[in-house]
């Protein structure tokens, strides 16, 4: 078996070209993500925002709860 010292060198090149070139590439989409992506998103809203969920203790079982099926339809209806 006959092993090119040229051809290994040029595969070495390749394999360290290819790697430089994707860890270039993920240092730019983590760059990316960090530009797009927001600072606290459960942050307290400031200015004339308001904080929609509200955890809402019910006073018992049973029938003072809404269903799942209409809080669904309520939040398929309000858009949120």
């Known amino acids: 078996m006959v092993i090119s010292v040229r051809k290994g060198l040029r ?3 390749f394999i360290l070209i290819f790697a430089a070139l994707v860890y270039l590439f993920y240092h ?11 600072v606290d998103q459960y942050q307290a809203p400031v200015g004339n925002a ?3 969920f509200q955890e809402t203790a019910w006073p018992g079982p049973g029938d ?7 809080r669904l339809r309520l939040f398929y209806w309000y858009g949120e």
């Open 64 to 70: 003072e709860r809404p269903a799942f099926a209409e």
């Open 28 to 38: 730019v989409l983590d760059l990316f993500n960090g530009w797009i992506s927001p």
């Open 50 to 52: 308001i904080k929609v």
């Open 11 to 13: 595969f070495v090149r």
